[in-house]
């Protein structure tokens, strides 16, 4: 996935949130290497009658290391996935001890429900969450060339 501006990365290897203030920083360079990403989301934000992606100024006192604030593997996520898109169909979360079939035929059964939760639509390979809050995840045709829906970091919260 690409970084997030002004907070969170998520790697490849399992979904770690990160605390990144020196990505900040960079999108104020004239060499910013996120400009291309955040014209996009800022296109999909602003055609859905949203503010663009808030970039923040140097803030005093912040050192610019990168440090990791949380994370969790696949699995995890899978499985909490599954039990959200239980809860929101109104259906009864069961343990299960693997999901198979069984989360993709939810998927499948539950699409337009599934695209409009930020937690259960999104590409864990790609796309990205943003500080900004909406109340369903963004995607049209560029987000999508560019490897996902537009996730709310807000609208992700529980």
């Given at each position: 996935m690409p970084v997030?501006?002004?907070?969170?990365?998520h790697s490849l290897v399992a979904c770690d949130l990160w605390l990144v203030p020196l990505v900040?920083?960079?999108?104020?360079?004239?060499?910013?290497p996120f400009s291309e990403e955040i014209a996009t989301y800022d296109k999909a934000l602003t055609d859905a009658g949203l503010p663009p992606?808030?970039?923040?100024?140097?803030?005093?006192?912040?050192s610019g290391d990168v440090a990791p604030v949380a994370g969790f593997d696949y699995d995890?996520?899978?499985?909490?996935?599954?039990?959200y898109l239980l809860h929101l169909c109104g259906l009864e979360v069961t343990p299960v001890d693997e999901l198979g079939g069984d989360y993709e035929q939810l998927l499948e059964m539950f699409e337009q429900?599934?695209?409009q939760s930020h937690l259960v639509w999104h590409y864990d390979h790609a796309g990205?969450?943003?500080?900004?809050?909406?109340?369903?995840?963004l995607s049209d045709e560029e987000l999508l060339d560019g490897g996902g829906p537009l996730g709310s970091s807000h609208g992700c919260l529980l």
């Open positions: 997030a501006p002004t907070g969170s990365e900040d920083v960079l999108c104020h360079s004239p060499d910013n992606v808030p970039v923040f100024s140097y803030m005093p006192g912040l995890a996520l899978h499985f909490l996935r599954r039990a429900a599934a695209q990205a969450y943003v500080p900004v809050d909406f109340p369903h995840p």
